[in-house]
């Protein structure tokens, strides 16, 4: 006979957001919104730095870079040409990743959305949130109020 006995299942505790930045694959920040009141983050550094490694990577590698971790800092990076959408959090990844996903398929679901994100890439524009008023909502929905659910599947 098999015991059978209650599997302490470890609790999935929620990252802290940092920073979300939509770069070009050239390097270039097309939005950014820091979580963090009262830091601010050079985005143009940003974005270099990440397509630099991101470039590196690719050319030595056979995969691209998608995590990074400094200190208790950790950087998720997803290419969804021709931008690359970078994360940055403290804390578990395990939702941070499903949250970038579900950022990255809820503008890639909107047409409008998307389009309007394209258009300011091709005309080498930053972003701002009256620009496109949905990304208020679903970066608030996603990132901090979480109250988008996951699907924990993927």
């Known amino acids: 006979m098999i015991r059978r006995r209650e599997l302490d299942v470890p609790e999935l505790l929620d990252e802290e957001p940092v920073l979300l930045l939509i770069v070009s694959e050239g390097g270039t920040p097309l939005f950014s919104q820091s979580f963090i009141e009262d830091e601010s983050f050079e985005d143009h550094l940003f974005g270099g730095f990440f397509t630099a490694i991101n470039s590196f990577i690719n050319e030595k590698f056979s995969e691209g870079l998608d995590r990074a971790i400094f200190g208790e800092h950790t950087l ?59 990304l208020d909502s679903l970066i608030n929905d996603i990132f901090i109020e979480k109250t988008i659910t996951l699907d924990l599947k993927q």
């Open 76 to 134: 998720l990076m997803n290419s969804v040409p021709p931008f690359l959408m970078c994360y940055v959090y403290k804390g578990q990844s395990y939702s941070a990743h499903h949250r970038l996903k579900s950022f990255i398929n809820e503008l890639k679901g909107n047409i409008d959305v998307w389009k309007t994100i394209e258009k300011f890439y091709q005309t080498n524009q930053e972003i701002q949130i009256k620009d496109v008023p949905l």
